[in-house]
């Protein structure tokens, strides 16, 4: 399948829909999921359109995964989290739902379950408690 630039990520990356982003640079941008499966999951996108990993250019894949490392210290220390969970999704049938290459980052709690993927909309105002947590522990990297 092609990738197809109507996507909401290719048009939160084009500001045609709004985000609480945590961290931007050259290669990625992060933001806050909306149906978020834990307090402070982050979405960390390439700026390189592809559908996928599958699809991706190895080039986005060093930047990117930088990006996930520099976010995940972020959310744990944020968060005062015990772990951090990194969730990819490849089509479909493994529960892909946004085709512009993404990765999940949530911070873990001992003895705390994920939420379902794509469950329920947090409130905006929560989300953005969260974002600005998020960006103060990036600012003391
Ligand atoms: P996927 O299933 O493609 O890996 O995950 C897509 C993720 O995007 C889901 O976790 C879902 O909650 C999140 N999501 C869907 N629509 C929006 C949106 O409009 N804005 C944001 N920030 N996240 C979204």
Redesign the pocket.
Known sequence: MAYDSTN??A??LRDE?P??RVYEDDAVIA???????GTG?V?VVPRTPSR?LLDADQATLGPLFAAVQKVANAVKKAFNADGVTV???NEPA??????HL?V?VIPRFDGVPLKP???QMEKPEV?AVNAEKIRAALHQQ
Request: glycine share 6%; no cysteine; net charge neutral.
């Open positions: 909401i990520f048009k939160i829909l985000s609480q933001f806050m999921d909306v149906m978020p499966q999951h979405l996928n969730i990819q999704f493994s529960g892909q739902t946004v085709y993404h999940h993927h794509s469950g989300l």
